[in-house]
């Protein structure tokens, strides 16, 4: 007999233990008022009962431990019903290919002679202005500008000039 009291003694003991804190962390917050924080896209939302919905994203509480709650009823699952049939459909039209543009350029300059040594010309000066000889004497003709200011053009000037046609 004294065997079976001190097994049932144990087994109380043991019970009774089991309801108490879930570990020492809520044992030390368990008195504060209560805080939920859960990870969020922008960062971390506090709230003042547990989510239980969230409990994996769960960063840090206090208070009682969100398990000391009631976790509510799922809700029920939704009842889906396909729509009405109907004896009709709706379609975009489809588009219609349409003739190729006449020979007329006049919509397309770049087509043409003219437009062909307008953009010839724009391409020769941009390599012009891109050459070692012409940034050379640029950056003489700034260090010359600044050094002495003169109403006369400077030999750097006139190097830019032979460059690059102007100033």
Not at 82 to 97: C, F, I, L, R, T
Request: charged share 25%.
């Amino acid at each position: 007999m004294p065997v079976n009291k001190i097994i049932f003694c144990t087994i109380i003991i043991v019970g009774l233990a089991a309801c108490g804190h879930v570990d020492e962390y809520e044992r030390q917050v368990y008195d504060h008022e209560p805080v939920y924080c859960y990870k969020s896209l922008a960062g971390t939302a506090c709230y003042r009962e547990p989510k239980h919905a969230d409990e994996r994203r769960l960063v840090n509480y206090f208070g009682p431990h969100p398990s000391r709650y009631d976790k509510p009823e799922a809700p029920p699952a939704p009842t889906y019903q396909s729509p009405e049939m109907v004896n009709y459909w709706v379609k975009d039209p489809e588009p219609v290919p349409r003739a190729m543009p006449s020979g007329d350029l006049s919509d397309r300059p770049w087509l043409t002679e003219e437009g062909k040594a307008q953009s010839q010309a724009k391409q020769s000066l941009k390599k012009m202005e891109a050459t070692e000889q012409g940034t050379r004497a640029f950056l003489r003709y700034i260090d010359d500008s600044a050094a002495q200011p003169s109403d006369r053009p400077s030999e750097v000037e006139q190097d830019a000039t032979k460059v690059t046609g102007t100033l």
